[in-house]
């Protein structure tokens, strides 16, 4: 079946920066737009960014927008998020998710912790 595997996750100062990974196996991945969402402690997952099958369009949240970049490269079945100017508000647990759309996704990796400090 689908899997998904996040890496990349740590933790950095607060103004630093950290890229992402997911790996993608199990259909076909430039078939599926891919997205990265995050879980903070005591707070709902919120939508970060995500990128169209092609990697033409992208969609980021206002929280991230000029500081977070999204890419893939379908080569290697891979996307990554590139987070620039890490501010301690950013630490949560970030998702990599695969979907048909961009705005539906159909499965989730397990998570990879990341933590800013101030």
């Known amino acids: 079946q689908v899997q998904l595997v996040e890496s990349g996750g740590g933790l950095v100062q607060a103004g630093g920066s950290l890229r992402l990974s997911c790996a993608a196996s199990g259909r076909t991945f430039s078939n599926f737009a891919m997205g990265w969402f995050r879980q903070a402690p005591g707070k709902e997952r919120e939508f970060v960014a995500a990128?169209?099958?092609?990697?033409?369009?992208?969609n980021y949240a206002d929280s991230v927008k000029g500081r977070f970049t999204i890419s893939r490269d379908n080569a290697k079945n891979t996307v990554y998020l590139q987070m620039n100017s890490l501010k301690p508000e950013d630490t949560a647990v970030y998702y990599c998710a695969q979907g048909r759309h961009i705005s539906e996704y159909d499965y989730w990796g397990q998570g990879t912790q990341v933590t800013v400090s101030s």
């Open positions: 990128i169209s099958r092609s990697g033409i369009s992208t």
